[in-house]
């Protein structure tokens, strides 16, 4: 009877848990993933282009490739009605060489109804 009453009363919990590993987040893993890939696809990047021409240290294969960081913290600042759609915002760093450069990085994730992730940057502005 106990172990009865205990199922019946962890399934609504379970219904809840189950919903949460579906939705939209600023900084899951799989959001950070996506901004990396998008800023480091990105060849024309100003954070890079800035950091890789004041670097002192002579090119090598080492040292030439980007090296990204994003901030511990990423916030979202809005939310669509369908919680489909995230701005978020947060720091970013990329170290080329010997010279490392910080900039704030905004984007925009979406979920479409399939659960596929696109993100997008905006463009840094200095």
Do not use: W
Request: glycine fraction near 6%.
């Amino acid at each position: 009877m106990a172990s009865r009453l205990l199922s019946l009363m962890g399934f609504p919990l379970l219904l809840v848990l189950s919903g949460c590993g579906d939705q939209l987040e600023c900084d899951s893993i799989d959001t950070r993933k996506a901004v990396l890939q998008a800023i480091a696809d990105d060849h024309r990047n100003p954070l890079v282009n800035y950091a890789a021409r004041e670097s002192t240290a002579k090119p090598d294969p080492d040292n030439s490739k980007p090296q990204y960081l994003l901030g511990e913290r990423i916030v979202t600042t809005s939310t669509s009605k369908d919680k489909r759609t995230l701005q978020c915002s947060g720091g970013i760093s990329v170290s080329v060489g010997d010279v490392k450069a910080s900039k704030e990085v905004e984007f925009t994730a979406q979920k479409s109804a399939d659960g596929k992730l696109s993100v997008s940057v905006a463009p840094f502005q200095f």
